[in-house]
């Protein structure tokens, strides 16, 4: 079982920023991926950013230049850096833990941005 736990969403005004944290406790293998997806009303969940745990990225297309994901192995923790947010970056976001057949979920955090 993995838990994860996230924090830093909230309101900011379009092209402000925000940084997202999700730390991982419980059995964590060290061969992984974190990432982070969203769902804003109406809409799927989309990705938004992934990073293996050799570090490895991959971006979405709307959020390429603007958020940039990291990670400490050493905490179990991912980070989403968002800068230059726009208001259709609302959504709630969710942290991502994969591992093989393994797949866990946070609860999500709500970001609102204000245009």
């Known amino acids: 079982q993995v838990r994860l736990v996230e924090s830093g969403g909230g309101l900011v005004q379009a092209g402000g920023s925000l940084r997202l944290s999700c730390a991982a406790a419980g059995f964590i293998s060290s061969v992984n991926v974190m990432g982070w997806y969203r769902q804003a009303p109406g809409n799927q969940r989309e990705l938004v950013a992934t990073?293996?745990?050799?570090?490895?990225?991959n971006y979405a297309d709307s959020v390429k230049g603007r958020f940039t994901i990291s990670r400490d192995n050493a905490k179990n923790t991912v980070y989403l850096q968002m800068n230059s947010l726009k208001p259709e970056d609302t959504a709630v976001y969710y942290c991502?833990?994969?591992?093989?057949?393994?797949?866990?979920w946070g609860q999500g955090t709500q970001v609102t941005v204000s245009s």
């Open positions: 991502n833990w994969k591992s093989g057949l393994l797949d866990y």
């Open positions: 990073i293996t745990s050799g570090g490895s990225t």
